[in-house]
């Protein structure tokens, strides 16, 4: 090539020695990139979700309300300012989830008393006085059932406990005035038995505070026995009509398809730290420590495999600043096919001038050879093709002009030479001329010479390409075939990244064995994932 020399790059990272701040891009770039394995976690948790909602029956739910009142001694007497307090709610909801009534409800439906537990639950609204027992089961008749089973077993518990409590007070004041009558009993008998005067008055003092101790307490005996022990009432009874399902069976789908989603986020993320690709420039950079000389895109919206064109001429403008003829350029790569990105080059090269030879020993010559032709249908200007037509000579008409170039193209004979026998035994056999094919511009060409432009691309392997002043070797992938370092040592070494495919592992030991073999890479080309 006759380009300018090559000029010192850096083989560091171009980037500054402070690290390079994380944005929300970062974060989103590996689900997006691992985006089939999150879509495919996100499915198996919608469809055991799925699986669940039709197979498993829904849960019934039934609920009855329990209004509790304090226990007083006049039913009729109106409540005070803190009657709201009057019954400490926390203990009467661990009474209504207590053992004795699990138990209740455990022996009348024949189930294991934990079930029943987890099914039953009471609710205790704030600031008032009412309990709502709700329990869920398959069968919305045994849910009604159990919800008032539950209500009334409460009620039961908790009256038999305010009973109890009611008996022992009558039990003791009743010991307490068995007690006082004796005494009274004892005094009376001293009394009518006392022969001083004296002495029968304090007798009679003292019976008479006796009678006074005794009429008390049969008073607080009284009211005592007249209190109302009754703990509350069941003022809304469960009823089919009433039971509905419980929870809403869509929201077990949105569940399970967040879930999933959630779960394939975390394995993308556990996958990339095992697996880490080149995603972006930085990370080229970082991996390689080379220059960057040019990322090749894809068109936009087009859903086309084909690399932008004008990338690619940027590419080899970057690839022709570094060298310079003869020259030979291995495009080497870690596991990858860089036959587009090849054939790109070797257009872009050719468009300017140059005779290209494109080598390859892996049998992708035809390969190669369709990409320059496609390629090259898609230059911007050929140069082969006149722009304006060429000049007619002066004093000459265009009848003039139409008869000469009638005269220089004659029309075939209808009896081409050797169509007839001659019977002239002298006559000569004249044989057709085969003609070289030349394109519009004149310039000839060979039957393995593809033309681009002013220029041309040949193909052929590596040692068909020796005597050519430029020569691009589209090198095997590097992981299985050395030929493309061995390539590298004779000239330079062009390294090809895929986004998203070239793991950065790979891409690290590529360039310590193109380093370890003596060869400097003049940089790397960041390409889009599968294609050039």
């Known amino acids: 090539m006759t380009d300018a020399a090559p000029g010192p790059w850096p083989t560091d990272s171009s980037s500054s020695g402070t690290d390079r701040a994380v944005t929300l891009t970062d974060l989103l770039r590996v689900p997006m990139h ?5 879509v495919a976690v996100a499915m198996v948790g919608l469809l055991a979700a799925l699986g669940y909602v039709l197979l498993v029956p829904a849960a019934l739910t039934a609920s009855a309300v329990v209004a509790v009142r304090p226990v007083v001694t006049d039913a009729f007497t109106p409540s005070g300012a803190g009657a709201d307090r009057a019954v400490n709610m926390n203990v009467e909801s661990g009474i209504a989830t207590g053992t004795e009534v699990v138990q209740r409800l455990a022996d009348s439906a024949g189930a294991d008393p934990r079930d029943v537990r987890d099914a039953l639950e009471v609710e205790v609204p704030t600031g008032g006085q009412i ?21 009334q077993a409460y009620l039961d518990v908790r009256r038999t406990m305010y009973e109890q409590q009611r008996a022992e007070m009558l039990r003791s004041y009743d010991a307490s005035i068995t007690k006082v009558v004796a005494q009274q009993t004892a005094l009376q008998k001293r009394a009518n038995t006392a022969k001083d005067t004296a ?9 008479a505070g006796i009678n006074n101790q005794l009429t008390q307490l049969n008073a607080a005996r009284t009211e005592i026995a007249a209190v109302d022990v009754n703990p509350g009432w069941v003022t809304q009874t469960a009823e089919k009509a009433l039971v509905t399902s419980a929870g809403n069976r869509p929201l077990y789908l949105v569940a399970g398809l967040l879930g999933g989603a959630l779960v394939g986020i975390v394995l993308a993320y556990a996958w990339e730290s095992t ?14 420590g080379l220059p960057l000389l040019g990322t090749v895109r894809r068109p936009a919206f087009r859903g086309s495999p084909r690399a932008v064109d004008a990338d690619v001429r940027y590419v080899a403008m970057a690839v022709a600043e570094r060298v310079r003829q003869p020259a030979r350029v291995a495009l080497v790569t870690a596991r990858e096919d860089a036959t587009a990105l090849t054939a790109g080059l070797a257009v872009a090269l050719a468009a300017d001038g140059r005779e290209v030879f494109v080598a390859d020993d892996s049998g992708r010559t035809e390969r190669l050879r369709a990409s320059v032709l496609a390629d090259r249908g898609r230059l911007p200007i050929d140069p082969s ?16 002009a139409g008869a000469a170039d009638g005269a220089a193209a004659r029309r075939p004979s209808p009896h ?41 691309v040949r193909f052929g392997t590596w040692r068909q390409g020796a005597d050519h002043g430029l020569v691009l070797f589209n090198a095997p992938p590097a992981e299985s075939d050395e030929r493309g370092v061995a390539v590298a040592r004779q000239g330079s070494a062009v390294v090809v990244v895929e986004r998203d495919r070239t793991r950065q592992s790979d891409l690290r030991r590529l360039v310590e064995r193109l380093r370890a073999a003596g060869v400097t890479p003049l940089g790397f080309v960041l390409t889009r994932n599968g294609r050039a």
């Open 34 to 38: 691992r985006v089939r394995l999150v």
């Open 275 to 288: 697996d880490r690709r080149v995603r972006s420039v930085a990370d080229g950079r970082d991996a390689t």
């Open 416 to 456: 081409p030479p050797g169509a007839r026998p001659s019977t002239d035994p002298d006559a000569t056999l004249t044989l057709p001329r085969v003609s070289t094919a030349r394109p519009e511009n004149g310039r000839v060409v060979a039957p393995d010479e593809v033309a681009v432009g002013v220029g041309s």
């Open 385 to 400: 093709r006149p722009l304006v037509p060429k000049p007619r000579p002066a004093g000459s008409t265009p009848a003039a």
């Open 131 to 151: 309990l709502r027992f709700t329990y869920q089961a398959r069968d919305a008749h045994r849910a009604v059932q159990s919800a008032n089973m539950a209500a």
């Open 199 to 207: 002495a029968g008055d304090a007798l009679v003092a003292e019976l």
